[in-house]
């Protein structure tokens, strides 16, 4: 992980900027009437206007028309300072899970609320989607991004002082096959990346951009339009990563400070006081206490301020930033968790969000984002981590740190934890030895029993992945399924270099075992002294179905190699959401 510079900066945020300077009100978008309290006068709204009225440009990649995601010229001294930033993501799903028991009138007032984002745009090159196991489980992949819009009150409350709109949060939330695990991987808006084609307004496609310019937030710029591009930065995330998302979920900075409301507040925490002159580093003395050192509860523009908040706290990094998002979004999951489903906590909340929310059109209907928080509801709080994929400067830049971050990435593909654990398919809740058989072995036959023919009671079978071929178990036991097998478990076998396919059978379980070796032709019978009947797949069934350039070594998305441990660089810097609120909350020195 790279040192921060004394005094440093990602040169990605630059100065936090200021409130407007005119009292207003910002619809909280609250079924209980909850607003967005009035900005405080000063501050960043009014410095921007002074920057502009100086010509300083924009940073980060002027995006532009044409999707140019260049930073301008004239050096790091004279990027103007821009900072907001939002979160996304769980705080606007959670609340959905009440929408079930609500009325009729509810839930077309709150289906009315979406928005959805095209899908037209999207890549033609993606990678490979994760295959389902045996019992219909997969991990699924949603991106979450915070859009710095302009449109409505956003400005007031600390948009962006240009047109069009950025993603100044991005972060990849990776919930594993068992849906008890998950990961966010906050992307740094400043990362040197390469931008593939992305379609613009017009219908044409932009050709790739890459070199030392290409920023990773100015792929949401695309095109330049007051909703940004979230396909473009979708599209991007992938070719980084590897990984094939499945649901991409914006929300605007107007939508975040209603929802911090709508959940009565969230508690943080500051190592140090912040002032007025931390949020605007032109003012000439430093103002007013605007958030106290240690915990408090936070809603509407204070926790706005602790979210964007860069100056006067550690080096003055983004990467200081981030911490302290990742730590805001835990906190507010679990202000929400333990709210439960009281329709009058979680109301509020679903209609703020709801009104905040762009998504894909699977998630773009409350039926489809109720079905989806559901199945996120056994997901505990340590269990959900959150990451920065280790970087290093690159002028004001950052670059991702090779292999360790290919490690990072090649880990969620394989759907393997930050501990190592595989959480594919339902492995905590399969047996650590196949369970016996239903009945009694069949009696002796004088015939061998024709080729697949079911047995005549349920025999349970446990399946074990020998390749490193990603969903070969789950063709496997969906081939036991049809063939009337009960199968008990999809894992990864302990060796990946298993050559040939073997029946594992335990005592009286032979015949069941032909039986089940009658579906995999070629496979060996070896009798073990644990009960039941279990499938070790070996690279001739891998290469009987398709996997054989996989299983002989290539490294692809849908037949990655299994990971290596993942490096310090990673896991020293992982959150777990049930952290204390006041740790790990900046980076560098400086407090």
């Not at 936090?16 to 009437?33: D, H, K, L, Q, Y």
């Amino acid at each position: 992980m790279a040192q921060p510079r004394p005094g440093g900066s990602t040169g990605s945020a630059g100065s936090t900027g200021s409130r407007s300077g005119s009292p207003g009100t910002g619809s909280g978008g609250s079924a209980s009437g909850g607003t967005v309290p009035a900005p405080r006068p000063g501050g960043r709204a009014e410095a921007r206007r002074a920057a502009q009225s100086k010509g300083r440009g924009g940073q980060g990649g002027d995006g532009g028309s044409n999707g140019q995601g260049h930073r301008r010229s004239g050096g790091r001294g004279k990027k103007p300072e821009r900072s907001v930033k939002k979160i996304v993501g769980w705080t606007a799903v959670g609340a959905l899970v009440l929408i079930a028991g609500t009325g009729g009138a509810i839930y077309f007032k709150l289906n009315g609320n979406i928005k959805t984002i095209d899908s037209d745009a999207l890549s033609k090159d993606r990678p490979p989607e994760a295959q389902a196991d045996a019992n219909g489980n997969k991990p699924v992949n949603i991106l979450l991004i915070g859009s710095d819009s302009r449109g409505g009150s956003n400005s007031d409350l600390g948009g962006g002082d240009t047109e069009g709109a950025r993603s100044d949060t991005t972060i990849l939330l990776h919930v594993y096959a068992d849906h008890k695990n998950a990961i966010g991987v906050s992307i740094p808006r400043n990362t040197l990346v390469t931008i593939p084609p992305c379609k613009l307004p017009n219908g044409k496609w932009t050709k790739e951009q890459k070199g030392k310019d290409v920023l990773f937030n100015a792929a949401f710029t695309v095109g330049g339009t007051a909703e940004g591009n979230p396909a473009c930065t979708q599209n991007t995330v992938e070719k980084l990563t590897g990984v094939y998302i499945n649901h991409t979920i914006v929300v605007d900075f107007q939508g975040f400070a209603a929802m911090t409301k709508a959940v009565g507040g969230v508690e943080v925490c500051l190592p140090k006081d912040i002032y007025e002159k931390d949020l605007n580093e032109k003012l000439p003395s430093k103002g007013a206490l605007v958030l106290k050192k240690g915990p408090q509860k936070v809603e509407g523009q204070p926790a706005l301020d602790y979210v964007r908040l860069r100056h006067g706290i550690g080096d003055g990094s983004d990467i200081g930033r981030m911490k302290r998002q990742q730590a805001f979004m835990s906190s507010m999951i679990s202000t929400v968790k333990k709210k439960g489903l009281e329709p009058t906590t979680l109301l509020p909340l679903a209609d703020a969000a709801t009104k905040s929310l762009r998504v894909d059109e699977g998630l773009n209907t409350v039926d489809k984002l109720m079905s989806f928080a559901l199945s996120l509801k056994n997901i505990d709080l340590h269990d959900l981590k959150f990451v920065t994929p280790p970087w290093r400067y690159n002028e004001a830049n950052l670059d991702l740190v090779k292999p360790d971050v290919d490690r990072l990435w090649e880990a969620i593909r394989a759907d393997r934890t930050l501990d190592g654990k595989d959480a594919t398919g339902q492995q905590p809740d399969a047996p650590a030895t196949p369970a016996p058989p239903a009945t009694p072995e069949a009696p002796p036959t004088t015939t061998a029993p024709p080729a697949h023919t079911a047995p005549a009671a349920p025999v349970k079978v446990a399946v074990y992945n020998g390749t490193t071929v990603n969903g070969l178990g789950a063709k496997a036991g969906e081939a036991l399924k049809a063939a009337q097998f009960t199968v008990t478990g999809v894992n990864q076998a302990k060796s990946t270099n298993k050559a040939t396919t073997t029946i594992e059978y335990g005592a009286g379980q032979k015949a069941n075992a032909e039986k089940v070796a009658a579906l995999f032709p070629g496979a060996t019978l070896t009798p073990t002294s644990a009960a039941g009947i279990s499938v070790v797949l070996g690279k001739d069934y891998a290469d009987a179905n398709g996997g054989a350039g996989a299983a002989a070594g290539a490294t692809t998305p849908t037949a990655p190699a299994a990971p290596a441990p993942l490096p310090p660089s990673v896991t020293d810097e992982a959150r777990s959401a049930d952290d204390d609120i006041c740790a790990n909350t900046t980076y560098g020195s400086g407090g």
